[in-house]
């Protein structure tokens, strides 16, 4: 909604498309803890390639309200780490959830700590 908003004020697509939803894809999670998993940078993350344990930790961002969306297309379990300091829903600070294979996650930051996320069926 925030893209039709913008582009109705006047904003060229182009812009739009940059303040709005930048997508990367072919994206190879990585490590098997918090300290070695892949950053992601996008807003929109297709992660491709998963090894057993593999992960990625959300990109750090100072506003509320700020989201991220990560599709697992991998052959296996993304777990999804937090920034440091900060929890997903009500698991512990730092701790990493596990997104099943061919799903989604919107993950939301509704303060500098807390991410609410929210997964496909």
Do not use: R, W
């Not at 803890?33 to 930790?57: M, P, Q």
């Amino acid at each position: 909604m925030l893209s039709y908003k913008l582009f109705q004020s006047g904003l060229s697509e182009l812009t739009v498309q940059s303040l709005c939803s930048d997508i990367g894809t072919g994206i190879e999670a990585a490590g098997t803890s918090k300290s070695d998993a892949k950053e992601l940078s996008n807003h929109v993350n297709v992660v491709e390639t998963v090894a057993s344990g593999a992960g990625v930790i959300l990109y750090a961002s100072s506003v509320p309200v700020d989201s991220q969306i990560i599709f697992n297309s991998g052959a296996n379990p993304l777990l999804v780490y937090p920034v440091s300091g900060a929890k997903i829903n009500n698991l512990s600070t730092d701790a990493g959830v596990i997104l099943p294979i061919n799903t989604v996650m919107n993950l939301i930051m509704v303060s500098s700590t807390q991410h609410i996320a929210i997964l496909s069926a």
